[in-house]
Protein backbone atom coordinates (compact mmCIF):
# COMPACT_ATOMS: atom_id res chain seq x y z
CA UNK A 1 0.00 0.00 0.00
CA UNK A 2 1.48 3.03 -0.64
CA UNK A 3 0.69 6.55 0.51
CA UNK A 4 0.67 8.17 -2.45
CA UNK A 5 -2.04 6.53 -4.48
CA UNK A 6 -3.76 6.57 -1.02
CA UNK A 7 -3.58 10.43 -0.09
CA UNK A 8 -4.18 11.12 -3.86
CA UNK A 9 -7.54 9.46 -4.09
CA UNK A 10 -8.24 11.43 -1.27
CA UNK A 11 -7.29 14.40 -2.80
CA UNK A 12 -8.70 13.87 -5.89
CA UNK A 13 -12.09 13.23 -4.24
CA UNK A 14 -11.41 16.60 -2.55
CA UNK A 15 -11.75 18.74 -4.91
CA UNK A 16 -14.07 21.01 -3.78
CA UNK A 17 -12.67 22.16 -0.85
CA UNK A 18 -14.17 25.26 0.60
CA UNK A 19 -13.24 28.19 -0.19
CA UNK A 20 -11.54 29.17 3.04
CA UNK A 21 -9.07 26.00 2.15
CA UNK A 22 -5.97 28.35 0.60
CA UNK A 23 -3.38 25.05 -0.26
CA UNK A 24 -5.10 21.64 -0.30
CA UNK A 25 -3.38 18.45 0.46
CA UNK A 26 -0.59 17.37 -1.28
CA UNK A 27 1.94 19.87 -0.75
CA UNK A 28 4.34 20.19 2.52
CA UNK A 29 1.63 21.88 4.67
CA UNK A 30 -2.14 23.15 4.11
CA UNK A 31 -3.10 26.61 4.79
CA UNK A 32 -6.28 28.01 5.37
CA UNK A 33 -7.77 31.74 5.54
CA UNK A 34 -9.16 32.84 9.42
CA UNK A 35 -10.65 35.96 9.07
CA UNK A 36 -8.04 37.47 7.01
CA UNK A 37 -4.71 35.75 8.76
CA UNK A 38 -3.54 32.57 7.14
CA UNK A 39 -2.44 29.74 8.99
CA UNK A 40 -0.08 26.47 7.53
CA UNK A 41 -1.12 23.20 9.05
CA UNK A 42 0.62 19.77 8.57
CA UNK A 43 0.69 16.49 10.61
CA UNK A 44 3.39 13.84 10.67
CA UNK A 45 3.79 10.96 12.81
CA UNK A 46 6.52 8.46 14.04
CA UNK A 47 6.03 4.64 14.67
CA UNK A 48 7.92 2.90 16.67
CA UNK A 49 10.26 -0.30 14.41
CA UNK A 50 9.49 2.13 11.63
CA UNK A 51 11.09 5.58 12.05
CA UNK A 52 12.76 5.18 15.52
CA UNK A 53 14.28 2.13 17.16
CA UNK A 54 13.45 1.68 20.22
CA UNK A 55 16.18 -0.67 21.77
CA UNK A 56 19.26 1.95 20.65
CA UNK A 57 17.42 5.52 20.64
CA UNK A 58 17.13 7.24 23.78
CA UNK A 59 13.91 8.14 24.67
CA UNK A 60 14.49 12.14 24.30
CA UNK A 61 15.71 11.96 20.32
CA UNK A 62 12.41 10.11 19.90
CA UNK A 63 10.56 12.48 21.43
CA UNK A 64 13.00 14.99 19.68
CA UNK A 65 12.51 13.64 16.01
CA UNK A 66 8.69 13.59 16.41
CA UNK A 67 8.67 16.97 16.52
CA UNK A 68 11.94 17.51 14.52
CA UNK A 69 9.84 16.05 11.75
CA UNK A 70 6.95 18.13 11.80
CA UNK A 71 8.80 21.12 12.44
CA UNK A 72 10.77 20.02 9.01
CA UNK A 73 7.73 21.00 7.21
CA UNK A 74 7.16 24.58 8.51
CA UNK A 75 10.78 24.83 7.00
CA UNK A 76 9.84 23.47 3.59
CA UNK A 77 7.29 26.35 3.45
CA UNK A 78 9.31 28.89 4.83
CA UNK A 79 6.76 29.11 7.87
CA UNK A 80 7.04 30.45 10.88
CA UNK A 81 5.87 28.22 13.82
CA UNK A 82 2.73 29.01 15.66
CA UNK A 83 2.44 26.17 18.09
CA UNK A 84 2.13 22.00 18.22
CA UNK A 85 -0.07 19.37 19.20
CA UNK A 86 0.72 16.01 19.50
CA UNK A 87 -1.67 12.26 19.57
CA UNK A 88 0.76 9.45 21.15
CA UNK A 89 -0.40 5.87 21.65
CA UNK A 90 1.47 3.76 23.74
CA UNK A 91 1.89 0.04 25.10
CA UNK A 92 0.50 -0.56 28.58
CA UNK A 93 4.51 -1.71 29.91
CA UNK A 94 5.44 1.83 28.53
CA UNK A 95 5.81 3.48 31.85
CA UNK A 96 4.73 6.51 33.62
CA UNK A 97 8.58 7.48 33.66
CA UNK A 98 9.37 6.58 30.35
CA UNK A 99 6.17 8.53 28.84
CA UNK A 100 6.84 11.43 31.19
CA UNK A 101 10.66 11.22 29.57
CA UNK A 102 8.88 11.26 25.97
CA UNK A 103 6.72 14.30 26.88
CA UNK A 104 9.47 16.35 28.12
CA UNK A 105 11.51 15.55 25.17
CA UNK A 106 8.29 16.18 22.74
CA UNK A 107 7.48 19.74 24.56
CA UNK A 108 11.21 21.23 25.11
CA UNK A 109 11.95 20.46 21.37
CA UNK A 110 9.08 22.51 20.58
CA UNK A 111 9.66 25.27 23.06
CA UNK A 112 13.08 25.14 21.60
CA UNK A 113 11.76 26.03 18.06
CA UNK A 114 9.21 28.56 19.47
CA UNK A 115 6.95 25.73 18.27
CA UNK A 116 5.01 24.94 21.71
CA UNK A 117 2.95 22.25 22.38
CA UNK A 118 -0.50 23.06 23.34
CA UNK A 119 -2.53 20.08 22.95
CA UNK A 120 -2.19 16.28 23.02
CA UNK A 121 -3.96 12.89 23.35
CA UNK A 122 -2.82 9.99 24.77
CA UNK A 123 -4.02 6.25 24.19
CA UNK A 124 -2.95 3.47 25.47
CA UNK A 125 -2.34 0.00 23.73
CA UNK A 126 -4.48 -2.98 24.53
CA UNK A 127 -0.81 -5.18 23.64
CA UNK A 128 2.43 -4.80 25.39
CA UNK A 129 3.83 -5.65 21.19
CA UNK A 130 1.57 -2.44 19.43
CA UNK A 131 4.35 0.15 19.01
CA UNK A 132 4.10 3.42 20.29
CA UNK A 133 2.95 6.12 17.63
CA UNK A 134 3.05 9.69 17.53
CA UNK A 135 1.72 11.94 15.61
CA UNK A 136 2.54 15.19 15.53
CA UNK A 137 0.43 18.49 14.14
CA UNK A 138 2.32 22.04 13.59
CA UNK A 139 0.64 25.33 12.71
CA UNK A 140 2.68 28.19 11.18
CA UNK A 141 1.83 31.23 9.93
CA UNK A 142 3.84 32.39 6.21
CA UNK A 143 6.67 34.62 6.19
CA UNK A 144 4.84 36.91 3.74
CA UNK A 145 2.52 37.25 1.06
CA UNK A 146 4.16 34.48 -1.05
CA UNK A 147 3.54 31.17 -0.17
CA UNK A 148 6.29 28.79 -0.99
CA UNK A 149 4.98 25.82 -2.15
CA UNK A 150 6.51 22.58 -4.48
CA UNK A 151 4.69 23.93 -7.76
CA UNK A 152 6.21 27.46 -8.35
CA UNK A 153 9.46 26.05 -10.06
CA UNK A 154 10.54 27.88 -13.51
CA UNK A 155 12.44 27.03 -16.72
CA UNK A 156 15.85 27.85 -15.93
CA UNK A 157 15.67 28.24 -11.98
CA UNK A 158 18.86 27.13 -10.40
CA UNK A 159 17.87 23.96 -8.14
CA UNK A 160 19.70 24.49 -5.07
CA UNK A 161 20.24 22.06 -1.49
CA UNK A 162 21.29 23.42 1.83
CA UNK A 163 23.75 21.50 4.06
CA UNK A 164 25.02 17.74 2.96
CA UNK A 165 22.91 14.78 2.27
CA UNK A 166 23.39 11.33 2.65
CA UNK A 167 24.42 8.46 5.78
CA UNK A 168 21.61 9.99 8.40
CA UNK A 169 20.54 6.39 9.49
CA UNK A 170 23.99 4.85 10.87
CA UNK A 171 23.54 0.69 10.59
CA UNK A 172 22.91 1.08 14.52
CA UNK A 173 20.00 3.20 13.88
CA UNK A 174 21.42 5.97 15.10
CA UNK A 175 22.32 9.36 13.20
CA UNK A 176 21.51 12.84 11.52
CA UNK A 177 18.01 11.34 10.82
CA UNK A 178 17.64 11.70 14.70
CA UNK A 179 19.62 15.34 15.53
CA UNK A 180 18.94 16.93 12.77
CA UNK A 181 18.00 20.66 12.33
CA UNK A 182 14.91 21.54 10.83
CA UNK A 183 16.16 24.57 8.73
CA UNK A 184 12.89 26.81 9.74
CA UNK A 185 15.93 29.78 10.32
CA UNK A 186 17.24 29.29 6.99
CA UNK A 187 14.42 29.12 5.38
CA UNK A 188 13.19 32.24 6.99
CA UNK A 189 16.57 34.23 5.68
CA UNK A 190 16.16 32.83 1.89
CA UNK A 191 12.91 34.49 2.03
CA UNK A 192 13.91 37.45 3.01
CA UNK A 193 16.77 37.44 0.89
CA UNK A 194 14.71 36.18 -2.24
CA UNK A 195 10.92 37.24 -1.90
CA UNK A 196 9.03 36.29 -4.59
CA UNK A 197 12.06 34.55 -6.20
CA UNK A 198 12.32 31.45 -3.58
CA UNK A 199 9.99 30.15 -6.36
CA UNK A 200 9.36 26.40 -5.03
CA UNK A 201 11.06 24.74 -1.74
CA UNK A 202 10.31 21.10 -0.43
CA UNK A 203 12.53 19.53 2.62
CA UNK A 204 14.20 16.43 1.37
CA UNK A 205 12.91 13.83 3.91
CA UNK A 206 12.30 11.19 1.15
CA UNK A 207 15.33 11.17 -0.89
CA UNK A 208 17.10 14.13 -2.70
CA UNK A 209 15.49 12.58 -5.92
CA UNK A 210 12.07 11.44 -4.68
CA UNK A 211 11.67 14.95 -3.20
CA UNK A 212 13.51 16.94 -6.56
CA UNK A 213 10.35 15.04 -8.38
CA UNK A 214 7.94 15.94 -6.31
CA UNK A 215 8.94 20.02 -7.12
CA UNK A 216 9.22 18.80 -10.91
CA UNK A 217 5.56 17.26 -11.25
CA UNK A 218 4.05 19.74 -9.15
CA UNK A 219 5.53 22.31 -11.05
CA UNK A 220 5.32 20.86 -14.51
CA UNK A 221 8.70 21.04 -15.01
CA UNK A 222 11.91 18.86 -15.47
CA UNK A 223 14.52 18.91 -13.47
CA UNK A 224 18.44 18.39 -13.77
CA UNK A 225 20.97 17.58 -11.75
CA UNK A 226 24.42 17.21 -11.71
CA UNK A 227 25.19 14.70 -10.01
CA UNK A 228 28.88 15.66 -9.21
CA UNK A 229 27.63 18.60 -7.26
CA UNK A 230 25.62 17.15 -5.15
CA UNK A 231 27.15 17.77 -1.77
CA UNK A 232 27.40 14.76 0.12
CA UNK A 233 28.77 13.92 3.53
CA UNK A 234 31.81 12.50 4.05
CA UNK A 235 32.48 9.23 3.14
CA UNK A 236 29.16 8.85 1.29
CA UNK A 237 28.85 8.40 -2.62
CA UNK A 238 26.26 10.55 -4.54
CA UNK A 239 23.95 8.16 -5.26
CA UNK A 240 23.29 6.93 -1.82
CA UNK A 241 23.51 10.79 -1.09
CA UNK A 242 20.28 11.43 -3.63
CA UNK A 243 18.58 8.22 -2.76
CA UNK A 244 18.72 7.56 1.61
CA UNK A 245 16.46 10.45 2.70
CA UNK A 246 15.76 12.07 6.09
CA UNK A 247 18.47 14.65 5.45
CA UNK A 248 15.49 17.10 5.84
CA UNK A 249 18.09 19.91 4.28
CA UNK A 250 15.94 22.47 2.35
CA UNK A 251 15.80 21.72 -1.93
CA UNK A 252 14.76 24.75 -3.79
CA UNK A 253 14.64 26.32 -7.05
CA UNK A 254 15.19 30.36 -7.35
CA UNK A 255 16.22 32.42 -10.81
CA UNK A 256 19.27 34.59 -11.29
CA UNK A 257 22.38 34.12 -8.99
CA UNK A 258 21.93 33.77 -5.55
CA UNK A 259 23.33 36.23 -2.64
CA UNK A 260 26.62 34.84 -1.06
CA UNK A 261 26.77 34.48 2.70
CA UNK A 262 22.69 34.49 3.16
CA UNK A 263 23.73 32.20 6.65
CA UNK A 264 26.19 30.08 7.90
CA UNK A 265 25.15 26.96 6.48
CA UNK A 266 26.55 26.14 2.96
CA UNK A 267 23.69 26.61 -0.05
CA UNK A 268 24.91 24.48 -3.02
CA UNK A 269 23.31 24.97 -6.70
CA UNK A 270 23.00 21.46 -8.26
CA UNK A 271 21.08 21.65 -11.52
CA UNK A 272 18.49 23.76 -13.44
CA UNK A 273 14.73 23.58 -14.31
CA UNK A 274 13.78 22.58 -17.67
CA UNK A 275 10.74 22.52 -19.98
CA UNK A 276 9.12 19.04 -19.38
CA UNK A 277 9.78 16.63 -22.47
CA UNK A 278 6.48 14.96 -21.84
CA UNK A 279 4.05 15.62 -24.25
CA UNK A 280 1.32 16.88 -21.16
CA UNK A 281 2.00 17.48 -17.41
CA UNK A 282 1.22 14.74 -15.53
CA UNK A 283 -1.68 14.56 -13.11
CA UNK A 284 -0.57 14.38 -9.54
CA UNK A 285 -2.09 11.15 -9.01
CA UNK A 286 1.46 10.13 -11.48
CA UNK A 287 3.43 12.55 -9.12
CA UNK A 288 4.12 10.31 -5.94
CA UNK A 289 4.91 6.83 -7.83
CA UNK A 290 8.51 7.53 -9.02
CA UNK A 291 10.51 10.59 -9.96
CA UNK A 292 9.78 11.40 -13.35
CA UNK A 293 11.14 14.53 -14.42
CA UNK A 294 14.22 14.75 -12.05
CA UNK A 295 17.39 13.32 -14.31
CA UNK A 296 20.54 12.76 -12.66
CA UNK A 297 23.68 13.77 -14.96
CA UNK A 298 27.52 11.88 -13.89
CA UNK A 299 29.33 13.11 -16.82
CA UNK A 300 29.20 9.98 -18.50
CA UNK A 301 25.50 9.15 -18.70
CA UNK A 302 21.89 10.11 -17.92
CA UNK A 303 20.17 8.56 -15.04
CA UNK A 304 16.51 8.63 -14.55
CA UNK A 305 15.81 9.92 -10.94
CA UNK A 306 13.03 7.53 -10.45
CA UNK A 307 15.81 4.76 -9.70
CA UNK A 308 16.46 6.79 -6.86
CA UNK A 309 14.68 7.36 -3.63
CA UNK A 310 12.37 5.65 -1.94
CA UNK A 311 8.80 5.03 -1.92
CA UNK A 312 7.54 6.76 1.13
CA UNK A 313 5.11 4.27 2.40
CA UNK A 314 6.06 3.90 6.04
CA UNK B 1 -0.66 5.26 33.26
CA UNK B 2 -3.20 7.96 33.45
CA UNK B 3 -3.43 10.34 30.42
CA UNK B 4 -4.39 12.89 33.20
CA UNK B 5 -1.19 12.91 35.28
CA UNK B 6 0.88 12.36 32.31
CA UNK B 7 -0.50 15.58 30.37
CA UNK B 8 -1.07 17.70 34.05
CA UNK B 9 2.91 17.09 34.20
CA UNK B 10 3.74 18.49 30.58
CA UNK B 11 1.23 21.22 31.16
CA UNK B 12 2.99 22.49 34.12
CA UNK B 13 6.32 22.38 32.79
CA UNK B 14 4.72 24.05 30.21
CA UNK B 15 3.94 27.16 32.37
CA UNK B 16 5.50 29.96 30.11
CA UNK B 17 3.29 29.82 26.97
CA UNK B 18 4.47 31.94 24.30
CA UNK B 19 2.11 35.29 24.38
CA UNK B 20 0.54 34.40 21.59
CA UNK B 21 -1.22 31.01 23.35
CA UNK B 22 -4.31 32.03 24.50
CA UNK B 23 -5.54 29.22 26.05
CA UNK B 24 -3.19 26.22 26.66
CA UNK B 25 -3.45 22.67 27.27
CA UNK B 26 -6.48 21.26 29.68
CA UNK B 27 -10.03 22.32 27.78
CA UNK B 28 -11.56 20.62 25.00
CA UNK B 29 -9.12 22.92 22.61
CA UNK B 30 -6.42 25.24 22.76
CA UNK B 31 -6.60 28.42 21.15
CA UNK B 32 -4.11 30.83 19.63
CA UNK B 33 -3.61 34.23 18.23
CA UNK B 34 -2.60 34.61 14.39
CA UNK B 35 -2.08 38.12 13.80
CA UNK B 36 -5.67 39.12 15.19
CA UNK B 37 -7.57 35.92 14.08
CA UNK B 38 -8.16 33.36 17.03
CA UNK B 39 -7.40 29.71 16.12
CA UNK B 40 -9.07 27.19 18.12
CA UNK B 41 -7.33 23.59 17.72
CA UNK B 42 -7.20 19.82 19.63
CA UNK B 43 -5.98 16.38 18.67
CA UNK B 44 -7.87 13.48 19.53
CA UNK B 45 -7.76 9.69 18.45
CA UNK B 46 -8.82 6.18 18.38
CA UNK B 47 -7.17 2.56 18.59
CA UNK B 48 -8.80 -0.49 17.19
CA UNK B 49 -9.82 -2.58 19.96
CA UNK B 50 -9.98 0.73 22.55
CA UNK B 51 -12.76 2.81 20.52
CA UNK B 52 -14.05 0.71 18.03
CA UNK B 53 -14.06 -2.96 17.32
CA UNK B 54 -12.95 -3.73 13.54
CA UNK B 55 -14.32 -7.19 13.79
CA UNK B 56 -17.97 -5.41 14.28
CA UNK B 57 -17.84 -2.35 12.97
CA UNK B 58 -18.57 -1.15 9.29
CA UNK B 59 -15.48 1.04 8.08
CA UNK B 60 -17.62 3.82 7.24
CA UNK B 61 -18.30 4.09 10.82
CA UNK B 62 -14.97 3.95 12.06
CA UNK B 63 -13.62 6.45 9.49
CA UNK B 64 -17.03 8.63 10.79
CA UNK B 65 -16.24 8.20 14.04
CA UNK B 66 -12.00 9.10 14.04
CA UNK B 67 -13.45 12.42 12.78
CA UNK B 68 -16.94 13.03 14.94
CA UNK B 69 -15.10 12.84 18.29
CA UNK B 70 -12.61 15.45 17.56
CA UNK B 71 -15.80 17.29 15.99
CA UNK B 72 -17.39 16.85 19.72
CA UNK B 73 -14.53 18.83 20.67
CA UNK B 74 -15.14 21.93 18.78
CA UNK B 75 -18.81 21.81 19.68
CA UNK B 76 -17.55 21.92 23.54
CA UNK B 77 -15.76 25.00 22.48
CA UNK B 78 -19.04 26.57 20.43
CA UNK B 79 -16.53 26.57 17.47
CA UNK B 80 -17.09 26.98 13.97
CA UNK B 81 -15.51 24.29 11.81
CA UNK B 82 -12.42 25.06 9.77
CA UNK B 83 -10.61 22.14 8.58
CA UNK B 84 -8.92 18.64 9.94
CA UNK B 85 -5.99 16.76 9.33
CA UNK B 86 -5.34 13.15 9.61
CA UNK B 87 -2.41 10.80 10.82
CA UNK B 88 -3.60 7.31 10.33
CA UNK B 89 -1.01 3.92 10.70
CA UNK B 90 -2.07 0.87 9.21
CA UNK B 91 -1.46 -2.83 9.68
CA UNK B 92 0.71 -4.11 6.28
CA UNK B 93 -2.16 -6.52 5.54
CA UNK B 94 -5.57 -3.50 6.20
CA UNK B 95 -5.39 -3.27 2.26
CA UNK B 96 -5.56 -0.36 -0.36
CA UNK B 97 -9.04 -1.27 -0.68
CA UNK B 98 -10.12 -0.86 3.01
CA UNK B 99 -7.68 1.96 3.54
CA UNK B 100 -9.31 3.70 0.61
CA UNK B 101 -13.39 3.14 2.29
CA UNK B 102 -12.16 4.26 6.08
CA UNK B 103 -10.29 7.42 3.83
CA UNK B 104 -13.53 8.00 2.01
CA UNK B 105 -15.12 7.69 5.09
CA UNK B 106 -13.02 10.28 6.93
CA UNK B 107 -13.31 12.56 3.91
CA UNK B 108 -17.04 12.53 3.47
CA UNK B 109 -17.85 12.89 7.39
CA UNK B 110 -15.47 15.73 7.91
CA UNK B 111 -17.35 17.61 4.53
CA UNK B 112 -20.41 17.09 6.15
CA UNK B 113 -19.04 19.32 8.85
CA UNK B 114 -17.52 21.93 7.22
CA UNK B 115 -14.20 20.88 8.27
CA UNK B 116 -12.69 19.86 5.29
CA UNK B 117 -9.78 17.05 5.76
CA UNK B 118 -6.81 19.30 4.08
CA UNK B 119 -3.69 17.29 5.25
CA UNK B 120 -3.25 13.52 6.43
CA UNK B 121 -0.64 11.09 6.85
CA UNK B 122 -0.67 7.27 6.31
CA UNK B 123 2.17 4.57 8.05
CA UNK B 124 2.55 1.06 8.06
CA UNK B 125 2.82 -1.19 10.93
CA UNK B 126 5.21 -3.54 10.89
CA UNK B 127 3.00 -6.45 11.39
CA UNK B 128 0.03 -6.73 10.77
CA UNK B 129 -1.46 -7.63 14.33
CA UNK B 130 -0.39 -3.74 14.53
CA UNK B 131 -3.74 -2.23 15.53
CA UNK B 132 -5.21 0.63 13.19
CA UNK B 133 -4.58 3.91 14.69
CA UNK B 134 -6.21 7.13 13.64
CA UNK B 135 -5.16 10.46 14.94
CA UNK B 136 -7.72 13.48 13.84
CA UNK B 137 -6.86 17.38 13.76
CA UNK B 138 -9.69 19.77 14.12
CA UNK B 139 -9.34 23.52 13.65
CA UNK B 140 -11.88 25.84 14.37
CA UNK B 141 -12.64 29.67 15.47
CA UNK B 142 -14.39 30.99 18.58
CA UNK B 143 -18.35 31.69 17.44
CA UNK B 144 -17.45 35.43 19.32
CA UNK B 145 -15.02 37.65 21.44
CA UNK B 146 -16.34 35.23 24.42
CA UNK B 147 -14.44 31.91 24.05
CA UNK B 148 -16.82 29.11 26.02
CA UNK B 149 -14.11 27.08 28.17
CA UNK B 150 -14.20 24.89 30.86
CA UNK B 151 -13.36 27.56 33.69
CA UNK B 152 -16.44 29.76 33.51
CA UNK B 153 -19.00 28.47 35.85
CA UNK B 154 -20.41 30.76 38.79
CA UNK B 155 -21.99 30.15 41.49
CA UNK B 156 -25.97 29.99 41.28
CA UNK B 157 -25.34 28.82 37.40
CA UNK B 158 -28.09 26.40 35.96
CA UNK B 159 -26.15 22.77 34.96
CA UNK B 160 -27.80 21.73 31.93
CA UNK B 161 -27.08 18.58 28.99
CA UNK B 162 -28.72 18.39 26.00
CA UNK B 163 -29.89 15.34 24.47
CA UNK B 164 -30.26 11.93 25.92
CA UNK B 165 -27.01 10.10 28.11
CA UNK B 166 -26.49 6.54 28.55
CA UNK B 167 -26.44 3.26 26.55
CA UNK B 168 -23.76 4.31 23.66
CA UNK B 169 -22.31 1.48 23.74
CA UNK B 170 -24.25 -1.46 23.08
CA UNK B 171 -23.34 -5.02 23.92
CA UNK B 172 -22.06 -6.35 20.26
CA UNK B 173 -20.00 -3.23 19.91
CA UNK B 174 -22.19 -0.74 18.13
CA UNK B 175 -24.21 1.64 19.48
CA UNK B 176 -24.57 5.25 19.42
CA UNK B 177 -20.54 5.73 20.38
CA UNK B 178 -20.56 5.07 16.19
CA UNK B 179 -23.53 7.37 14.83
CA UNK B 180 -23.68 10.39 17.29
CA UNK B 181 -24.37 13.87 15.90
CA UNK B 182 -21.12 16.45 17.13
CA UNK B 183 -23.04 19.05 19.08
CA UNK B 184 -21.88 21.65 16.79
CA UNK B 185 -24.90 23.37 15.27
CA UNK B 186 -26.61 23.20 19.02
CA UNK B 187 -23.39 24.94 20.88
CA UNK B 188 -23.11 27.45 18.22
CA UNK B 189 -27.36 27.97 18.84
CA UNK B 190 -26.53 28.39 22.56
CA UNK B 191 -23.84 30.70 22.33
CA UNK B 192 -25.79 32.84 19.89
CA UNK B 193 -29.06 32.88 22.57
CA UNK B 194 -26.78 32.70 25.74
CA UNK B 195 -23.37 34.95 24.92
CA UNK B 196 -21.43 35.53 27.37
CA UNK B 197 -24.26 33.96 29.88
CA UNK B 198 -22.70 30.53 28.41
CA UNK B 199 -20.51 30.59 30.77
CA UNK B 200 -18.76 27.36 30.75
CA UNK B 201 -19.55 24.06 28.91
CA UNK B 202 -17.64 20.62 28.00
CA UNK B 203 -18.93 17.53 25.63
CA UNK B 204 -19.80 14.31 27.25
CA UNK B 205 -16.94 11.74 26.38
CA UNK B 206 -15.93 10.37 29.60
CA UNK B 207 -19.28 10.21 31.47
CA UNK B 208 -21.69 12.95 33.14
CA UNK B 209 -19.75 12.39 36.29
CA UNK B 210 -16.17 12.66 35.07
CA UNK B 211 -17.22 15.70 32.67
CA UNK B 212 -19.07 18.41 34.99
CA UNK B 213 -16.64 17.39 37.47
CA UNK B 214 -13.66 18.84 34.88
CA UNK B 215 -15.86 22.26 34.85
CA UNK B 216 -16.48 22.25 38.51
CA UNK B 217 -12.52 21.57 39.14
CA UNK B 218 -11.42 23.81 36.22
CA UNK B 219 -14.10 26.48 37.79
CA UNK B 220 -13.06 26.07 41.16
CA UNK B 221 -16.98 25.00 42.27
CA UNK B 222 -18.90 22.79 43.54
CA UNK B 223 -21.89 20.86 41.29
CA UNK B 224 -24.84 19.48 42.62
CA UNK B 225 -27.04 17.19 40.03
CA UNK B 226 -30.25 15.90 40.73
CA UNK B 227 -30.05 12.10 39.38
CA UNK B 228 -33.71 12.12 38.93
CA UNK B 229 -33.58 14.87 36.47
CA UNK B 230 -30.50 13.49 34.31
CA UNK B 231 -32.31 12.46 30.58
CA UNK B 232 -31.48 8.86 29.78
CA UNK B 233 -32.16 6.82 26.82
CA UNK B 234 -34.83 4.40 27.16
CA UNK B 235 -34.26 1.76 29.87
CA UNK B 236 -30.97 3.42 31.29
CA UNK B 237 -30.99 4.13 34.62
CA UNK B 238 -29.17 6.98 35.75
CA UNK B 239 -26.07 5.65 37.03
CA UNK B 240 -25.46 4.27 34.08
CA UNK B 241 -25.87 7.28 32.03
CA UNK B 242 -24.02 9.34 34.65
CA UNK B 243 -21.00 7.30 34.00
CA UNK B 244 -20.88 5.32 30.77
CA UNK B 245 -19.72 8.22 28.67
CA UNK B 246 -19.25 8.45 24.88
CA UNK B 247 -22.46 10.88 25.09
CA UNK B 248 -20.97 13.36 22.95
CA UNK B 249 -23.70 15.72 24.40
CA UNK B 250 -23.32 19.04 25.39
CA UNK B 251 -22.85 19.85 29.42
CA UNK B 252 -22.71 23.53 29.93
CA UNK B 253 -23.67 25.55 32.87
CA UNK B 254 -25.71 29.02 32.75
CA UNK B 255 -27.41 31.79 34.73
CA UNK B 256 -31.04 32.85 34.62
CA UNK B 257 -33.66 30.72 32.86
CA UNK B 258 -32.72 29.30 29.20
CA UNK B 259 -34.78 30.36 26.25
CA UNK B 260 -36.90 27.88 25.37
CA UNK B 261 -36.98 26.94 22.06
CA UNK B 262 -33.58 27.43 21.04
CA UNK B 263 -33.40 24.38 18.94
CA UNK B 264 -34.89 21.08 18.56
CA UNK B 265 -33.04 18.77 20.52
CA UNK B 266 -33.87 18.48 24.19
CA UNK B 267 -31.91 21.02 27.03
CA UNK B 268 -32.33 19.73 30.39
CA UNK B 269 -31.41 21.71 33.87
CA UNK B 270 -29.93 18.98 36.25
CA UNK B 271 -28.34 21.10 39.05
CA UNK B 272 -26.96 23.82 39.92
CA UNK B 273 -23.78 25.23 40.69
CA UNK B 274 -22.63 26.26 44.04
CA UNK B 275 -19.60 27.51 46.55
CA UNK B 276 -16.49 24.76 46.64
CA UNK B 277 -17.09 23.57 50.00
CA UNK B 278 -12.69 22.43 49.73
CA UNK B 279 -10.98 24.77 52.12
CA UNK B 280 -8.96 25.69 49.08
CA UNK B 281 -9.20 25.41 45.16
CA UNK B 282 -7.79 22.38 44.48
CA UNK B 283 -5.08 22.40 41.86
CA UNK B 284 -5.37 21.38 38.55
CA UNK B 285 -3.02 18.11 38.92
CA UNK B 286 -6.02 16.57 40.91
CA UNK B 287 -8.32 17.28 38.94
CA UNK B 288 -8.02 13.91 36.81
CA UNK B 289 -7.61 11.91 39.95
CA UNK B 290 -11.34 11.78 40.57
CA UNK B 291 -14.83 13.61 40.31
CA UNK B 292 -14.61 15.64 43.49
CA UNK B 293 -16.64 18.98 42.97
CA UNK B 294 -19.66 16.89 41.53
CA UNK B 295 -22.07 15.34 44.17
CA UNK B 296 -25.11 13.33 42.40
CA UNK B 297 -28.50 13.86 44.67
CA UNK B 298 -31.15 10.88 44.22
CA UNK B 299 -33.97 12.26 46.73
CA UNK B 300 -32.52 10.37 49.72
CA UNK B 301 -28.46 10.02 49.49
CA UNK B 302 -25.70 12.15 48.29
CA UNK B 303 -23.28 10.43 45.83
CA UNK B 304 -20.16 12.02 45.30
CA UNK B 305 -19.18 12.35 41.68
CA UNK B 306 -16.19 10.28 41.55
CA UNK B 307 -17.95 7.16 42.09
CA UNK B 308 -19.57 7.78 38.50
CA UNK B 309 -17.59 7.95 35.18
CA UNK B 310 -15.00 6.42 33.76
CA UNK B 311 -10.92 7.10 33.88
CA UNK B 312 -10.16 8.06 30.61
CA UNK B 313 -7.10 6.55 30.06
CA UNK B 314 -7.34 4.99 26.63
Redesign the interface.
Known sequence: ?R?F???E??YA??AE??R??R???GDD??M?D????R?L???????A???VDLDTTPLELVGRKAITRSLSDIAAMAGKP??S???V??P?D???KR??TL??AM?KTA?DY?C????????????N???L?C?V?V?A?PSGEHVVTRDGAKVGDGVYVTGRLGGSLLPDGTGHHLTFEPRIKEAIELYRHLGTNLHAMIDISDGLGRDAAHIAEASGVSIQIDARLIPCRPGIEWRQAASEGEDYELCFTAPGELPTNMFELEVTRIGEVFDRKEPEKSSRGEAGGGSRGVVFLDGASELPGDELGWQH??
Open positions: MEELLHVANLAHVIGPMAVLDGGLVAVDQIVGKHVALVATLPFGSATFDRADPLIGGDIAIHNESHPTSTLTES
